[in-house]
């Protein structure tokens, strides 16, 4: 009895010290580091951080991540690889878990749909594994790092029209497209050659500056037009050819994720001299023809469709249908045959408003109402009615516009839209410039001629940002917020290039976009909005390349909201400087660069 008494004790004994060396453990896991909240990457990636069930959703607030108790994060966990190329409004998955209700016909489940909050990722976005610094511009126009985009199946697909080719750890792009096998340059110049403009260049002496490429394949269009000083909007969905627009962006091309589906495209009305649709298989005459005329808003007095499809050419009784039809409704558009050659004919929108008021009582489709705003985009239907010119426009027979480059500082016409004078443009345009040159004496430790190239700036206002940009060898998306003065079309008036957009959700583009933002007062504005700085941080991050730069122009409050989460976003501080100017004396900038970092699984792949 004694025996079997000692025996259960000790039995007892051992499974204490197993108890409390498992605690022991416990204890040391969950708080061994001085965050336990978001302790590794390595820790963020086993978790495959981003399901429906986990706890990486933020909350709406910055009091969520300890700000209000002096919390500092040591680190944000990271997202599982499958999120490596997220948009967080372009999420096709986000569309099947959440059951919306999309008319595919439409293109409804191309357009944007944000997660919300409680659905959305506080985690940071891990580069392809061996990511790669980009080849920079203007060799990237030609070739890219295949890791940093590693996706060929495009490269298969359209081997027989020279889009892209596979060349060891590279890709390289040919400049063809499916619609001109031998090159975007030959086929430019043949565009320009059908329109009778000098020396077959088709900027026409500065007149032709902004172009809008819809289905844009890998943008090569735009790529070869910024030769002849002419910047193209390129778009295309995140369809089926899923990552076209990520290639042109990695090759430091203009372009951008969208759809001719419900809603108005970002842009305000007369803001390209060119709209250019090769093979985009878009159905035109769909719906009473609402996305030509949706193209038709964009269009400035005087601008050119081009068009090459087969409904253009070809002889079989279907294609033959499309061109009558769609020949019939530009017609009652009051669209002109201005050029038709082989595969491509050319249409010309009217400068006055002359055609549309000799049109027969009753003719489809109708004028837009009188009190319908052209400019009205953001989350605005398209209408399928033509949106005639202002009395500016109508008068001047044109948009009033100086050729390029002189349309960059010259006033634009629509500066009267705002009560904005010429003193207050021109004063603007110099106070950005000496800013512009303070940023880059800051910079200078850290880049050359050619470290940055795609550039964002988050708050345009004018655009004089960007026009202070112009003998770098740089584009600038200029972001307009929604809830302010609409003054993207003055953007467009300068020949620069952007969008309408609201900073409390994600920005329509793929992550390791952009080499550069620019952000001047945002992160007060959406402070001042109730939606979440530390969301913004996280999404500025995402869109940003490793090695890229951050410049914030703002209250001290928030740079040093900032540099509480510097080392969890693994960005580095690169220089700091009070204001340089009256008009905002109570800012400071604040300039900090993106790590290169690798999740544990790249490290051992390099291995």
Same mark, same amino acid.
Request: contains cysteine; aromatic residues 10%.
């Given at each position: 009895?004694?025996?079997?008494?000692?025996?259960?004790?000790?039995?007892?004994?051992?499974?204490?010290?197993?108890?409390?060396?498992?605690?022991?453990?416990?204890?040391?896991?969950?708080?061994?580091?001085?965050?336990?909240?978001?302790?590794?990457?390595?820790?963020?990636?086993?978790?495959?951080?981003?399901?429906?069930?986990?706890?990486?959703?933020?909350?709406?607030?910055?009091?969520?991540?300890?700000?209000?108790?002096?919390?500092?994060?040591?680190?944000?966990?990271?997202?599982?690889?499958?999120?490596?190329?997220?948009?967080?409004?372009?999420?096709?998955?986000?569309?099947?878990?959440?059951?919306?209700?999309?008319?595919?016909?439409?293109?409804?489940?191309?357009?944007?749909?944000?997660?919300?909050?409680?659905?959305?990722?506080?985690?940071?976005?891990?580069?392809?594994?061996?990511?790669?610094?980009?080849?920079?511009?203007?060799?990237?126009?030609?070739?890219?790092?295949?890791?940093?985009?590693?996706?060929?199946?495009?490269?298969?697909?359209?081997?027989?029209?020279?889009?892209?080719?596979?060349?060891?750890?590279?890709?390289?792009?040919?400049?063809?497209?499916?619609?001109?096998?031998?090159?975007?340059?030959?086929? *430019? /110049?043949?565009?320009? =050659?059908?329109?009778?403009?000098?020396?077959?260049? %088709?900027? @026409?002496?500065?007149? #032709?500056?902004?172009?809008?490429?819809?289905?844009?394949?890998?943008?090569?269009?735009?790529?070869?037009?910024?030769?002849?000083?002419?910047?193209?909007?390129?778009?295309?969905?995140?369809?089926?050819?899923?990552?076209?627009?990520?290639?042109?962006?990695?090759?430091?091309?203009?372009?951008?994720?969208?759809?001719?589906?419900?809603?108005?495209?970002?842009?305000?009305?007369?803001?390209?001299?060119?709209?250019?649709?090769?093979?985009?298989?878009?159905?035109?005459?769909?719906?009473?023809?609402?996305?030509?005329?949706?193209?038709?808003?964009?269009?400035?007095?005087?601008?050119?469709?081009?068009?090459?499809?087969?409904?253009?050419?070809?002889?079989?009784?279907?294609?033959?249908?499309?061109?009558?039809?769609?020949?019939?409704?530009?017609?009652?558009?009051?669209?002109? *045959? /201005?050029?038709?050659? =082989?595969?491509?004919?050319?249409?010309?929108?009217? %400068?006055? @408003?002359?055609?549309? #008021?000799?049109?027969?009582?009753?003719?489809?489709?109708?004028?837009?109402?009188?009190?319908?705003?052209?400019?009205?985009?953001?989350?605005?239907?398209?209408?399928?009615?033509?949106?005639?010119?202002?009395?500016?426009?109508?008068?001047?027979?044109?948009?009033?516009?100086?050729?390029?480059?002189?349309?960059?500082?010259?006033?634009?016409?629509?500066?009267?839209?705002?009560?904005?004078?010429?003193?207050?443009?021109?004063?603007?345009?110099?106070?950005?410039?000496?800013?512009?040159?303070?940023?880059?004496?800051?910079?200078?430790?850290?880049?050359?001629?050619?470290?940055?190239?795609?550039?964002?700036?988050?708050?345009?206002?004018?655009?004089?940002?960007?026009?202070?940009?112009?003998?770098?060898?740089?584009?600038?998306?200029?972001?307009?917020?929604?809830?302010?003065?609409?003054?993207?079309?003055?953007?467009?008036?300068?020949?620069?290039?952007?969008?309408?957009?609201?900073?409390?959700?994600?920005?329509?583009?793929?992550?390791?976009?952009?080499?550069?933002?620019?952000?001047?007062?945002?992160?007060?504005?959406?402070?001042?909005?109730?939606?979440?700085?530390?969301?913004?941080?996280?999404?500025?991050?995402?869109?940003?390349?490793?090695?890229?730069?951050?410049?914030?122009?703002?209250?001290?409050?928030?740079?040093?909201?900032?540099?509480?989460?510097?080392?969890?976003?693994?960005?580095?501080?690169?220089?700091?400087?009070?204001?340089?100017?009256?008009?905002?004396?109570?800012?400071?900038?604040?300039?900090?660069?993106?790590?290169?970092?690798?999740?544990?699984?790249?490290?051992?792949?390099?291995?």
């Amino acid at each position: 009895m004694r025996g079997r008494s000692d025996g259960g004790q000790k039995k007892k004994v051992i499974a204490l010290v197993c108890i409390a060396a498992v605690v022991l453990v416990f204890v040391y896991l969950f708080y061994g580091s001085s965050d336990h909240r978001a302790s590794a990457i390595e820790y963020g990636r086993k978790l495959g951080l981003g399901g429906d069930d986990d706890d990486t959703k933020q909350d709406d607030t910055s009091s969520s991540f300890g700000l209000d108790d002096g919390f500092t994060p040591r680190s944000f966990p990271v997202c599982d690889d499958r999120h490596s190329e997220l948009i967080p409004c372009l999420d096709r998955n986000l569309i099947y878990q959440m059951r919306l209700k999309l008319d595919l016909s439409l293109m409804e489940h191309y357009e944007r749909h944000c997660p919300p909050a409680e659905r959305r990722f506080n985690c940071l976005i891990p580069p392809p594994n061996g990511y790669k610094v980009p080849i920079k511009w203007p060799k990237s126009r030609d070739e890219v790092w295949k890791v940093n985009i590693p996706h060929t199946h495009l490269a298969h697909e359209k081997s027989d029209q020279n889009w892209m080719v596979v060349k060891g750890d590279k890709i390289n792009f040919p400049g063809g497209g499916t619609h001109f096998h031998y090159g975007a340059d030959k086929y *430019i /110049a043949s565009m320009a =050659n059908m329109l009778n403009f000098p020396n077959n260049i %088709l900027n @026409n002496g500065g007149r #032709l500056r902004t172009v809008f490429d819809v289905g844009c394949g890998v943008a090569s269009f735009g790529g070869y037009l910024l030769s002849s000083d002419i910047l193209a909007m390129s778009l295309a969905p995140n369809d089926v050819h899923q990552n076209q627009i990520q290639f042109a962006l990695e090759r430091g091309i203009p372009a951008s994720l969208g759809v001719l589906g419900t809603k108005r495209l970002p842009y305000p009305s007369r803001s390209f001299e060119l709209a250019h649709c090769s093979r985009c298989r878009i159905d035109w005459l769909q719906r009473d023809g609402i996305l030509l005329l949706e193209l038709d808003r964009v269009l400035r007095p005087g601008g050119y469709f081009a068009y090459s499809s087969p409904e253009a050419y070809a002889q079989d009784e279907e294609d033959r249908r499309i061109w009558r039809e769609m020949s019939a409704l530009v017609e009652r558009m009051c669209w002109k *045959i /201005a050029a038709k050659r =082989n595969q491509t004919v050319i249409w010309q929108k009217p %400068l006055t @408003n002359d055609c549309y #008021l000799e049109r027969e009582p009753g003719t489809q489709p109708p004028l837009c109402r009188s009190d319908s705003d052209p400019d009205a985009v953001w989350g605005v239907n398209m209408e399928a009615c033509i949106t005639p010119y202002s009395d500016h426009d109508h008068k001047t027979k044109g948009s009033g516009l100086a050729p390029w480059p002189a349309r960059l500082t010259s006033p634009p016409p629509r500066l009267a839209d705002f009560g904005y004078s010429t003193g207050m443009f021109e004063k603007d345009t110099e106070l950005w410039r000496q800013r512009v040159d303070s940023y880059w004496d800051l910079l200078s430790p850290r880049i050359e001629s050619n470290t940055v190239r795609n550039i964002m700036d988050m708050k345009a206002s004018m655009g004089s940002f960007a026009a202070a940009l112009k003998e770098k060898d740089v584009w600038v998306m200029n972001v307009v917020p929604e809830d302010g003065p609409n003054t993207l079309k003055l953007i467009y008036d300068r020949g620069l290039m952007g969008a309408i957009h609201s900073w409390c959700e994600a920005f329509s583009t793929y992550p390791r976009t952009y080499d550069l933002l620019h952000a001047w007062d945002i992160l007060s504005d959406i402070h001042k909005k109730g939606c979440s700085e530390v969301d913004l941080l996280l999404e500025m991050d995402r869109i940003l390349r490793p090695s890229g730069f951050i410049i914030i122009r703002d209250k001290q409050r928030v740079v040093d909201l900032v540099k509480k989460y510097l080392k969890a976003l693994h960005w580095e501080e690169v220089a700091k400087t009070d204001s340089d100017s009256d008009q905002d004396s109570d800012n400071v900038v604040f300039i900090v660069q993106k790590k290169l970092w690798l999740t544990s699984d790249s490290l051992r792949d390099m291995e």
